[in-house]
């Protein structure tokens, strides 16, 4: 029971510290690919809805090509097709400068274009979901598109395409995984490390289980409160 | 320049006293390994790394007089990370095949121990044959030679790939395949823990194939880079013909890992 502690204590004899540090890795990686992911995964599907038909074309090609590939491929791609490209295109100009892309911004770009993409048709049938009505409500009060927009339809699109949303969430939590591969060293990486040194490998990965569980549960705690929110503008209305 | 440096690498070479403290400044060299390997490259609960292949590459970098930094990287990454310039040269106990020669450029072996079989205690296979094993169920690494081995070999056996040796560890712990195969380094720091004295036994070490299981351990770097491969060659035979490899293999080991 006492070599557990020890394996499981803060510093130079235990892993905690080591493991603490791949939650905060995962965690913040999962926060950082969020904004960007609901932006892009916003404007792709008001692509999607668009009467031109070039920036539908457009935003169809992209969700079929990052909801089709396999998340580790996307990461690979970006991680180490973007470096190779680019110092090839620089050998091809005559420089010779070694360039170096962050695992962690790779891991951003990579995750952040696979949840946009999936983003993107949640928010779609939220849309959907909106009569048409309400925006020309909006227009008969005298608000502009923007304004239509911003104060009429997205409070209802965030209530609408929440859960399917959350659900995003929660994968992309789980996926953050993947980045252990381009040498970030997450949950998983550190757990793994551990479990393999010491040889206590259900220590370690039950741990891992437990982290991730309870990232799960703070995250169901704030999607309850977002809910709450935008029921209570939803009366209010 | 180029030119007497590279004189001074063949004169190196042969006399193994010269150094090159007059070539070139000193060189930079970034070292990817995978960091999970023990005994030969791990990392430490407070985020050091250590082991054979740490040593040996802090022995080469002091003989090739290089500033050396260690990086980490996961296994499945490692060659691609190296291909993309993230770090200049792999030592991470990578075995030379020649898949991986068509993809990255290898040094002379730097070690070279064989692959082994461990059983269950109580198993009743009689040896390491493949008519012994016929039936059985063998644990492997998948993506490495010892799995290329254990398909070419032992195709009357039931071989199962796992993606790392803890996993097939646990599994032979827990009884669910009949035998294990990899390098006798590793199966020995298994039968070593407390898991592994209390369920298995080394039957026995297998006698390498060369064409599968290559020439040992090398270190591999990105292809045409010749003067690389060249100075990390050099630095091996000076620090196998200094006694530094053996001073550092007497600490982990207490048979001949070079190989003959």
Redesign the interface.
Known sequence: MEKYLI?LSW?????LD?IARGAFITVSLALCTLPIGLLIGFFIALGKQSNEPTIKLAANIYTTIFRGLPELLTL?LV??GI??GV?KLLALLGFSA????NSFVSGMLALGVVFSSYASEVFLSAFRAIPKGQYEGGYAVGLHTGQTMRLIILPQLIRLALPGLSNLWLILLKDTALV????L?DIL?QT??????T?E?FLFFGLACLIYLALAIISSFFIERIELWTKKSGVTR | MKLSLKLALSAATVALTMGFSHAEDMMKLKIGTE????PFN??????KLEGFDIDITNALCAEMKAECEI????W??II??L????FDAIIASMSITDERKEKVDFTKKYYNTPPAIAVPKDSTIADISPEALKGKSIGVQASTIHFNFAEAKYGESDIKGFP????Y??DIANGRVDAVMDDVMVLKG?IA?P??TACCKILGTIEPDAKIHGEGAGIAVRKGETDLVNKLNAAIEAIRANGKYDEIAKKYFDFDVYGS
Not at chain 1, 11 to 15: L, P, R, T
Not at chain 1, 98 to 101: A, K, T, V
Not at chain 1, 192 to 197: I, L
């Open positions: 394996l510093g130079s004899q235990g892993w080591d690979f991680y180490f470096q190779i110092q070694q360039i170096e892309i252990s591969v381009v040498g060293s990486r793994g490390v551990a479990a393999r040194v040889k490998a | 960091g999970a390997y023990p791990n990392l430490t609960a407070d985020g990086v980490t990287q996961d499945d990454g691609p990370a291909q993309a310039g993230k790392s040796a803890q996993e560890q646990l298994f823990t898991e592994g």
